[in-house]
């Protein structure tokens, strides 16, 4: 029997350390003791704690412009062309945090598993090549700040809020974790599998069944199969109630956390429309 695998999908931080503010959010220390910690569901579970979080670190297309503009500003500002798109860490949701992504029977038959590429990926395909000369203007300056940096501030309007809100994902990775590695999860993974095995393919879960078969002829059919076994069992609207669970505890405690990520998100989509209609650079 395989080896049964959980995967998570790390959402694109800039850095690894935490806000400077430990008296409201946690250090880098703390969040590594809060994933040492084992994270429980809420015995009093809020069906839309998932949608709550999802409303505060979600990026609008609003401030997705504004950050675009910003960049395009900064870069030409110092001699390079304009480009199309320049990268910006994914705006993700909570349940794209979780792999496998969402897989309909429709998008099986039609594309398989290519369907399931990530977010990070499809956008890093939208973005043009850059020199390595830009590449270092814009992420990585041996002095000063970086373009990516500088748009970013400059859309939120305060450095310590922009680390924070393109960080938050790491503060909620951990309860993330605690879901889908639960006893609940598992058993829908079971009873996932139970459906897989009446129809020719034995997989512990869904992220086994990829793996196995990335690259292999018979990827199409298992993708078609397990989009109609996660159908059958009801896959998406149980694992959202999983999600649900633990997300409660995630705001019961980390309110002042998210306080300040929603600070940060107010703050950009005021300095947004200024930004893009020009009173403000």
Not at 161 to 171: A, C, E, I, P, R
Not at 251 to 262: C, I, K, M, P, T
Request: glycine residues 4%.
């Amino acid at each position: 029997m395989k080896k049964k695998i959980f995967t998570v999908l790390c959402v694109a931080v800039m850095g690894l350390s935490a806000c400077s503010a430990p008296t409201v959010t946690p250090s880098l220390e703390d969040f590594k003791i809060m994933q040492r910690e084992a994270v429980k569901k809420a015995d009093n579970v809020d069906s839309q704690a998932v949608e709550k979080i999802n409303d505060i670190i979600v990026t609008p297309e609003l401030i997705n412009n504004a950050l675009q503009k910003a960049a395009t500003q900064c870069m030409t500002s110092r001699g390079f062309q304009a480009q199309a798109q320049y990268y910006m860490p994914p705006s993700e949701t909570v349940r794209d945090f979780v792999v496998p992504t969402q897989l309909s029977i429709q998008e099986a038959r039609d594309n398989g598993y290519n369907t399931a590429r990530s977010r990070v990926a499809r956008e890093r395909e939208n973005t043009n090549f850059m020199s390595p000369e830009e590449v270092q203007a814009y992420q990585n300056p041996s002095s000063g700040d970086s373009c990516q940096k500088t748009a970013q501030v400059n859309v939120f309007g305060d450095a310590d809020l922009t680390k924070l809100y393109f960080d938050v994902g790491k503060y909620i990775l951990p309860y993330v974790n605690a879901a889908i590695t639960s006893e609940d999860a598992q058993n829908l993974d079971k009873e996932w599998s139970e459906c897989m095995a009446s129809k020719g393919h034995n997989y512990p879960s869904p992220s086994a069944a990829i793996v196995d078969v990335v690259g292999k002829s018979e990827a199409h059919e298992v993708a078609v199969a397990d989009a109609t076994c996660r159908e059958q069992v009801r896959f998406e609207e149980r694992t959202e109630e999983i999600l649900d669970a633990y997300m409660t505890t995630f705001l019961n405690d980390n309110q002042a956390l998210l306080e300040r990520v929603a600070q940060a998100k107010k703050n950009a989509e005021a300095n947004a429309p200024k930004l893009l209609d020009g009173s403000a650079s």
